[in-house]
């Protein structure tokens, strides 16, 4: 078991001074790297003025509202109107919510192999048995559609309120949205009255070169899920849709979605300057070169395939002995990589976009030597 006590940039480090070099940046959190100065002084500064008030809508508070307004800048006129929470889980429980009330319908359709998070509703939306079986019984009038298969949307209907879908699912082994499949879903969606929901909670923030992953496709979704790396480091998601949309809240009850640390100034505060570094540097747009860098180096017999978009990706390899063998090798070595739910023959890799190409020569070195017997 490793204990580490603190960090810097792209490390993580232990009791005794040793640095592990964080190729998972707490699972696509850490998308800026670890204790980033700016983050740290927007943090102080909040701090030292007031750490919470109530959220329900009543009181402006100011960290939300620069947060947002930094966001809606990048964002289409279709998503403008925000809903800070504390965590990706409870964006996907507020777009449920939304969806069936802006609708009136109750049926939820979502894909197989989708992870959505792990608190009742998101465990609902998830098709494995093995993880939602023992939780039963879940939400009512939930069905799954395959992904990247256009023949399978046929279950979304006029009696469909949402469908849900990560561009990039996550826990399959970062496979990628087919932009025919995108198509022939928000197609389908316009012609039922369905909204449709894209989930980047992991995907947002950068990681895929784009702000927002939606943006490869050039689809716009009715509600767009973030989280993870949206806080900088600390506890922050949100759902976002149009002013329309979100007003189906407002009324009947007149708080239909209340939150008592959702959109916490502090975390606000740090997402929004988490935020703003990334826009002003170029990190973004160096994710694309990135990521070649990666599939340039990392080649080796026993990699069969390489999944994923940006600093999003999946290293398949035979089987998950091999897997955990590499891992150990790698955190041996001063590399943190992970492995997968649904896909436990793959080695995660989301590195925070500030990594450098001369430390992606180093850590693919190790990653290589890691699967020498």
Known sequence: MYHFVDSKGVYLIDKKGNKYLDLISGIAVNNIGHKNKKVIKAISKQINKFSHQMVYGEYVIGPQVKLAKRLAKQLPQELQSFYFLSSGSEAVEGAIKLAKKHTKRG?????????????????????????????????????????NNSASLDVIDNETAAVFIEPIQA?????PANQAFLEALRAKCNQTGTLLVFDEIQTGIGRTGKLFAFEHYN???DILLSAKALGGGLPLGVFISSQ?????????????????????????????AALKFLLKSKHIQEVEEKEALFRELLVHPKIKKINGKGLMLAVQLD?????????????????????????????????????????????CKVLLSSLED
Do not use: Q
């Not at 879940?138 to 992904?147: E, G, S, T």
């Not at 826990?171 to 496979?175: L, N, V």
């Not at 979605?257 to 959109?263: D, E, Y």
């Open 107 to 147: 049926k939820i359709v979502a894909m197989r192999n989708a992870y959505h998070g792990s608190t009742s509703g998101p465990l609902s939306l998830m098709s494995d048995e093995y993880y939602s079986g023992p939780f039963k019984p879940l939400l009512p009038n939930v069905y799954f559609a395959d992904f």
């Open 171 to 175: 826990e399959k082994g970062y496979i």
């Open 219 to 221: 689809i716009t979704p």
């Open 244 to 272: 329309e949309i979100m007003a189906s809240l407002g009324d009947n009850p007149i708080l239909g979605h209340i939150t008592t640390f959702g959109g916490h100034p502090v975390s606000c505060a740090a997402g929004n």
């Open 319 to 363: 089987s998950f002995d091999e897997v955990e063998n590499a891992m150990k090798k790698c955190i041996e070595n001063g590399v943190i990589v992970d492995w997968f739910l649904y896909n436990m023959e793959c080695l995660r890799i989301s590195p925070p976009l500030t990594i450098s190409k001369e430390k992606i020569k180093e850590v």
